[in-house]
C-alpha cells in the first residue's frame, strides 16, 4: 500500500497548530524492525481542539524524492492520542493579570499540548520519510500566509547502510526532547535572549544542528515574508505616536532560515533610525542569540500575529562506523518565539548561563561542558555544573536531571544535588555489570524572573567504558587533556603512558582526518605537542585520538 504525500487528508481544521515534532524510538528488543513513532502537537488556545487521532506517512527515500514515491512499501498509520491536554505555563502569577496561564482566548499568550503515538515497522532500507501534515498554523510575522498553511513535521531514518562496501542493518533513536522542553518560547520585548533546540541521543551518536526553512507540505519550503522595502523596516510609533522606521543595510529586506526574526541594534532617533542586524547561531550547540528589538502593542488578539515568529531547526545524527561517520537519521523541530512586553510587569531579564567548564572528580579536571565525561564500571565520577544570572537580584535553579542511556541504571547509582545555590551536583557510580555506553543527563538551569523566566539548557555525556578485566596488558597511550576547549587558534595536547613515538589524529565529525601529530614522549611517558591549524579551519566539532586506540577526545573549534 503507498500514498502520495499530496493525497494525505489534512485533519483538524482551522485548529492552529503552532509548534511540534515527530521522533521514534526503536523497539528492537521486542520485534525487529519495530519502532514507536511519536508525534508532539501545541495548538493555539484560540484553535480548535485537538483531534483523537492523526495520520502518519511512512514513505521509502530521501524527503527530496519520498513525496513522489510509488515504493510498495510505503503505507500510513494511525496516530492515537495517548495522553490528556496540558496547559502551558510560561509565565508566573503575578498581577495584574492572574489568569496568564489559562488557555483563554482573551488571556495572554499560551498553549495547550498534547501527544499521539503508533507502532510501526519499518524493514531495512537506505532511508524512511516519516511525516505528518495539518492545516493550519496561525497566522506569523515572518511567513506568508500562514493561516492558511499546513504545519508538516518530518523525520527520517537510515536503517540500511552501505559499510566499506557491505550493507549493513542498523537500529536507531531519533534525538530526543523531554516533556518540560516545550518548542514555544515567550520572550521579553528589547533585550538579549539567548535560546537552543539542542536535544539528548539516546545511541550516542555525534549530532549536526542546522536552521532550516519550515515546510508546509511534503519537500515544500514556507515563503518567508518581506520586512523592508526599500530598505526601510517600519517601527512602532514613537511615544508622541509619531511613525518611526529604521534603516537597513543593503540587502536585508526579507525573512530566511538564518534570519527567522527582527533582531537588530537600533540607533539613533525616529522618524528614521538605523538598525544592525544582530543575530549568532551555534551550530555546535543548536543555540541562537538575537535581540528582540521590535515589537507592536496589542490593541486587539489579532495584533498578535505581529509579534509572532515560527523558527525551525534540524537535528542529524551521525554514527560511527569502522572509522567513518555514516548519517541515520534526522528531525526537524518547529519552535515559535513570541515577543511580549514585559516592562509593564517588572524589569527585562536576561537568560542564565551554565559555566562552559565543568569540574569532574572534585575539581582535579576541568572539562569543557560540551566534552564526555569518562567512568570505568565499578568507579565513581562526580561532576559540578555552575550557573550565573546576569541579572544579579534572580536566584538560579537547576532541574534534577534523569539519566538516559542505553539501559538504565540502579536506584541510587546517578545521583544531583541542588542543595548549594547556583550550583549542581552530579555523582555516577555504574556498577561492574553496567553496558558501556554513552548515558546522557538533560540539565535545565532556571531563574526566578517575573513575568517570562530565563532558561538554559545542557546536555551532559557520560562515556561508561568497558569492563576492566583481571588478565594484565601493557598500558596504551592515553590522551589525557587538549586545552584550551573550546579553542581559536591553538590548542595543546598532552599524553600520558607513551613508551615511544606517538601519532595523534585529529579528524571532523565525518571522519575525515584534518590533521596528524607526532608525540615524542619524555622518560615519564608523558608528551605535549601544540596544534595551530596551518590551513583555516571552519568552527565545529573535531575529534582527537591517539592513533591505535578507541579513546577519542571531542574539541570545539570557535
Known amino acids: 500500500m503507498f500514498v502520495l504525500c499530496c493525497l494525505l487528508p489534512l485533519s483538524g481544521q482551522a485548529a492552529q497548530f503552532l509548534t511540534g515534532e515527530l521522533t521514534y524510538e526503536t523497539l528492537f528488543g521486542t520485534t525487529p524492525n519495530q519502532y514507536r513513532v511519536r508525534l508532539r502537537l ?22 527530496q524524492t519520498a513525496c513522489a514515491s510509488t515504493d510498495t512499501r510505503n503505507f500510513t498509520a494511525t496516530l492515537t492520542r495517548t495522553a490528556t491536554t496540558t496547559i502551558g505555563h510560561p509565565y508566573c502569577t503575578i498581577n495584574p493579570v492572574p489568569n496568564v496561564n489559562q488557555c483563554d482566548p482573551n488571556a495572554p499568550f499560551n498553549y495547550e499540548e498534547t501527544y499521539y503515538e503508533a507502532v510501526v515497522t519499518l524493514p531495512p532500507a537506505a532511508e524512511w520519510t516519516l511525516s505528518w501534515e495539518a492545516c493550519c498554523r496561525p497566522a506569523l510575522a515572518n511567513v506568508q500566509n500562514a493561516a492558511a498553511q499546513p504545519l508538516y513535521l518530518e523525520a527520517t531514518l537510515r536503517n540500511q547502510l552501505v559499510v566499506n562496501g557491505a550493507t549493513r542493518t542498523v537500529v536507531n533513536t531519533s534525538t530526543q526532547y523531554l516533556n518540560q522542553d516545550a518548542p514555544t518560547f515567550v520572550v521579553c520585548r528589547n533585550q538579549r535572549s539567548t535560546l537552543s533546540f539542542s536535544s539528548f541521543e539516546p545511541d550516542g551518536d555525534s549530532l549536526a544542528y542546522d536552521l532550516v526553512a519550515p515546510l508546509t507540505a511534503c519537500n515544500t519550503p514556507v515563503v518567508y515574508q518581506s520586512f523592508a522595502p526599500g530598505g526601510l523596516l517600519p517601527l512602532p510609533n514613537d511615544p508622541a505616536g509619531q511613525p518611526c522606521q529604521a534603516q537597513l543595510p543593503a540587502g536585508a529586506t526579507s525573512y530566511s532560515a538564518a534570519f527567522p526574526l527582527p533582531s537588530y541594534v537600533l540607533t539613533g532617533s525616529c522618524p528614521t533610525r538605523t538598525g544592525l542586524p544582530s543575530w549568532q547561531f551555534y551550530s555546535h550547540t543548536s543555540a541562537f542569540t538575537f535581540h528582540s528589538s521590535v515589537y507592536y502593542p496589542e490593541a486587539t488578539v489579532a495584533d498578535r500575529a505581529r509579534n509572532r515568529y515560527v523558527v525551525a531547526g534540524k537535528v542529524t545524527e551521525y554514527r560511527r562506523l569502522n572509522g567513518a561517520y555514516y548519517e541515520v537519521g534526522s528531525m526537524t523541530r518547529n519552535m515559535l518565539v513570541v515577543i511580549i512586553d514585559c516592562e509593564q510587569y517588572q524589569f527585562a531579564n536576561h537568560a542564565p548561563q551554565i559555566n562552559p567548564a565543568m569540574r569532574v572528580d572534585n575539581g582535579v579536571q576541568t572539562v569543557a561542558l560540551t566534552d564526555t565525561v569518562r567512568v570505568a564500571p565499578g568507579q565513581t565520577v562526580s561532576v559540578l555544573l555552575t550557573g550565573t544570572d546576569p541579572d544579579g537580584a534572580h536566584q538560579l535553579s537547576f532541574s534534577t536531571p534523569l539519566l538516559q542511556g542505553p539501559v ?40 526566578n524572573n517575573c513575568p517570562v523566566g530565563g532558561i538554559h539548557r545542557a546536555v551532559i555525556r557520560f562515556k561508561v567504558g568497558q569492563r576492566v578485566l583481571g588478565t594484565a596488558r601493557a598500558a596504551a597511550p592515553s590522551l589525557t587533556t587538549a586545552s584550551p576547549n573550546p579553542f581559536a587558534e591553538a590548542v595543546t595536547f598532552r599524553v600520558a603512558g607513551a613508551t615511544g613515538p606517538t601519532r595523534l589524529v585529529v579528524s571532523n565529525v565525518l571522519g575525515q582526518v584534518v590533521a596528524e601529530l607526532l608525540l615524542r614522549p619524555t622518560a615519564d611517558g608523558s608528551a605535549t605537542t601544540t596544534w595551530r591549524p596551518a590551513e583555516p579551519l571552519p568552527a565545529g566539532v573535531y575529534l582527537a585520538r591517539v592513533a591505535g586506540s578507541g579513546q577519542t577526545l571531542r574539541l570545539l573549534r570557535r
Do not use: K
Open 42 to 63: 501545541q495548538r493555539d488556545c484560540a484553535g480548535a481542539a485537538f483531534n483523537p487521532t492523526e495520520t502518519l506517512s511512512c514513505r521509502v527515500g530521501p524527503p
Open 408 to 447: 538504565p541504571v540502579p536506584a541510587g547509582a546517578f545521583q544531583a544535588n541542588t542543595a548549594t545555590l547556583n550550583q549542581l551536583g552530579l555523582t555516577f557510580s555504574p556498577p561492574a555489570t553496567q553496558l558501556p555506553g554513552t548515558y546522557l543527563a538533560a540539565v535545565r538551569a532556571e531563574d
